[in-house]
């Protein structure tokens, strides 16, 4: 019998193929207790991890929440939510600043080029998180620039786009389903930062996650994120072309798990031997060699091409293959011959220790890497009240229906870590704070021109005044000049 929960972090994973929901608690010992996980197929709303069918998305995130509720026997009031997909994508931009001679940067100068930098408008795209690079100072790149001596400062960043319509359709599935997002994280940083280790991120490497519509390429070099690419191409793709051997899609998928291999030695081919559908019907092996390896081999071509050429010869850490598609047999030789990349690790699971009676988590087939990911990034608590077997909300001491969700302030972009994303919530609030801050400039604007008026105006009064006054002094004087002429005249 499930027993009600007090404490927990619930993360949502809306895939191509699947949306997971998973509840886990953290340990002091930095390890993470699975208490629950629910699926639900996702193939008729969510394509290339992109919701298409906002209502369908909204009813399966409903179902996914109350299947966790009811294995918890506690109410769920916010949950962590993963951004990924094919809309996602990273674009360069540096911003300079000349600065007076022998200026010494500070963090303020520093936060004027993030704000710049976040305030560029992409047409139809939106910035949802940035990673900062190196800064240049004069001639020199520094990671830190604060506290330097320099005459211009140039900022670096790497912008991650995605498009407008996506993310509102994914922010609106969950105000369909009433559902408060705690927060929402880069899907592909959370993975990094649940499989990859320091020395691999710092020494530079690429990870690739090879999931059923999409791959995702991630490239970091001395702990920064630089480029970041999603590919629209996955394992189901594979799946469709042995699919074009004249059979079911549920059979090439059997067919893939059972025979698929990467790479194969033209030496270890049997022309004759043919691969078993069913009873009653066989492909030649050969040919199904041939379709799996030409769509493998098409996949990892564009994984080549989305790494940076200047970073290409530094990836010392070498390539992290994760995901589903990286149990197909011989997945590293196809990616060594492809990439001539020599060191390639397949990331079965996560770093963080998992406690988890589940047997698709113990399978540790790097499946549910992502989603282990974002639950161990949550850090509020997830839990409401508890519910008894009838439904009903158990009361707690003070009587009261619940605990309340405290509203964050929303963050300013330095404020935020990387790989984190501003909520709707934070994002109307901020909208709010730059309104209100637009109209008080407005207002002292406002106020700075009547006052210049006014000072105009005083000055245009003391001119005529003083016009005024040098006309009666000029009369008295010719006054006075003529009346001693008249005197003078008649002496």
Not at 422 to 450: G, I, M, N, S, Y
Not at 457 to 484: C, F, P, S, T
């Amino acid at each position: 019998m499930a027993v009600e929960q007090k404490d927990f972090i619930v993360a949502i994973e809306l895939g191509s193929s699947k949306v997971t929901g998973i509840a886990g608690q953290k340990k002091p010992d930095g390890s993470i207790s699975v208490l629950a996980m629910v699926r639900e197929d996702s193939s008729s709303f969510i394509r290339k991890g992109v919701v298409f069918n906002i209502d369908k998305t909204a009813q399966c995130l409903q179902n996914i929440v109350k299947k966790l509720e009811a294995q918890l026997k506690t109410r769920v009031v916010q949950v962590f939510v993963g951004v990924g997909g094919q809309s996602l994508r990273s674009v360069r931009n540096s911003i300079a600043r000349d600065l007076p001679a022998d200026t010494i940067v500070t963090q303020e100068m520093v936060v004027e080029l993030m704000d710049a930098n976040w305030n560029l408008d992409y047409p139809e795209q939106k910035i949802l998180d940035v990673a900062e690079q190196e800064y240049g100072v004069d001639s020199h790149l520094q990671m830190d620039p604060v506290g330097i001596r320099a005459n211009r400062l140039e900022g670096n960043f790497l912008n991650i786009l995605v498009r407008k319509t996506f993310f509102q359709n994914l922010n609106r599935c969950f105000e369909m389903a009433d559902i408060k997002v705690a927060e929402m994280y880069l899907a592909p940083l959370a993975l990094a930062n649940a499989v990859l280790t320091e020395a691999e991120k710092r020494s530079g490497c690429a990870l690739v996650d090879i999931g059923a519509d999409t791959t995702t390429v991630s490239v970091f070099w001395k702990n920064v994120l630089r480029h970041l690419a999603v590919i629209p191409l996955g394992s189901n793709n594979i799946t469709k072309d042995i699919a074009s051997l004249q059979m079911e899609e549920s059979d090439a998928e059997q067919m893939k798990l059972k025979y698929a291999s990467a790479y194969t030695d033209n030496s270890e081919i049997d022309p004759t031997l043919k691969y078993s559908i069913d009873p009653e019907r066989q492909v030649e092996s050969q040919k199904f060699i041939e379709i799996v390896e030409g769509r493998v081999m098409e996949i990892i071509e564009n994984v080549r091409y989305q790494i940076p050429d200047e970073y290409y010869d530094k990836l010392l850490g070498g390539i992290i293959v994760t995901g589903g598609g990286s149990n197909m047999k011989n997945i590293e030789r196809a990616l060594i011959n492809c990439t001539r990349i020599d060191k390639v690790r397949v990331a079965k699971f996560v770093t963080t220790t998992i406690n988890t009676s589940n047997d698709q988590l113990k399978a540790r087939n790097g499946m549910f890497n992502t989603l282990l990911g974002l639950l161990a990034k949550g850090d509020i608590n997830c839990a409401g009240n508890g519910i008894d077997s009838q439904g009903n909300l158990f009361a707690d001491d003070r009587g009261e229906s619940g605990p309340t969700v405290p509203d964050r302030k929303p963050r300013q972009a330095y404020e935020k870590e990387t790989g984190t994303i501003r909520t709707q919530q934070e994002e109307d609030l901020a909208a709010e704070e730059a309104r209100r801050k637009k109209e008080e400039e407005e207002r002292l604007r406002r106020e700075e021109e009547e006052r210049l008026r006014q000072e105009e105006e005083r000055k245009r009064e003391e001119e005529r005044r003083r016009k005024k006054e040098n006309r009666w002094y000029n009369k008295l004087k010719r006054g006075i000049i003529k009346l001693g002429e008249d005197i003078t005249k008649e002496e």
